[in-house]
């Protein structure tokens, strides 16, 4: 079974320039979430996806984050205009329904650094 | 509100001597508790799990935790270290409550990181 894909790996960019980030989620998981892991520091969550709706964007500065979750599938994660202080790995995770028994299944993250 | 203490942001051990990871969590509803690790360059992986069964949970790779509702802990232990356990672990926890569909982000730890040395 193939896991959570995500790309770019890596990214480097100016700050106030925008960067858009993809994840596809393991096939069939319905629930899709987006963390943000700055150096040294635990992955915070920002946004939880539930199919197409979004379940909890609590966490998301939404003045410069954004993200969707079209057909209920495939999601981007977009930062327009970046911040230095947005340098970090961006984790997709999905699970099967959200339950918070069932297990998030981790991609391998996408490196951030803004210059 | 939910909050994960993961006390020791550098553990080191010897290979072959007894591993303790401590976490502790605050939370307003009863937990669902989780310990992951991470190896570099990749994302997390799941090692075990607390939801309210047994308190004591095994995992995989001989990690074991127990859940400890009035110490509000649950550390992470395993007998004898190898030296392929060295990576970053850490503790999280989520509400307790499914109604189906609501959110059940995970809340993380600062981790912590284990050293193994031979």
């Known amino acids: 079974e193939a896991g959570v894909a995500q790309s770019p790996r890596y990214k480097i960019i100016e700050k106030r320039q925008s960067v858009a980030f993809w994840c596809n989620p393991i096939s069939g998981h319905a629930t899709l979430y987006w963390y943000q892991q700055i150096l040294g520091q635990g992955p915070k969550l920002l946004i939880q996806?539930?199919?197409?709706?979004?379940?909890?964007d609590s966490q998301l500065p939404k003045d410069r984050f954004s993200a969707e979750r079209l057909k209920g599938v495939d999601s981007t994660l977009k930062i327009q205009p970046a911040k230095l202080e947005d340098s970090a790995v961006y984790l997709c995770?999905?699970?099967?329904?959200?339950?918070?028994?069932?297990?998030?299944?981790f991609g391998p993250g996408t490196r951030l650094t803004v210059l | 509100a939910q909050s994960v203490t993961q006390l020791g942001s550098h553990v080191s051990v010897s290979e072959g001597a007894l591993v303790l990871l401590r976490c502790n969590y605050s939370s307003s509803v009863p937990p669902y508790l989780f310990w992951y690790v991470q190896y570099p360059n990749q994302g997390l992986q799941l090692l075990l799990k607390y939801t309210s069964a047994a308190t004591l949970v095994k995992g995989i790779n001989g990690f074991e935790a127990e859940f400890k509702k009035s110490e509000t802990s649950f550390h992470l232990t395993k007998p004898s270290a190898h030296m392929s356990d060295a990576a970053e672990y850490f503790c999280?926890?989520?509400?307790?409550?499914?109604?189906?569909?609501?959110?059940?982000?995970?809340?993380f730890g600062k981790g912590t990181h284990l050293i193994i040395q031979p």
């Open positions: 999280a926890v989520s509400p307790y409550w499914y109604s189906g569909g609501g959110a059940d982000g995970l809340t």
């Open positions: 996806f539930q199919n197409n709706g979004v379940v909890d």
């Open positions: 995770a999905s699970s099967t329904e959200g339950a918070p028994h069932n297990e998030q299944f």
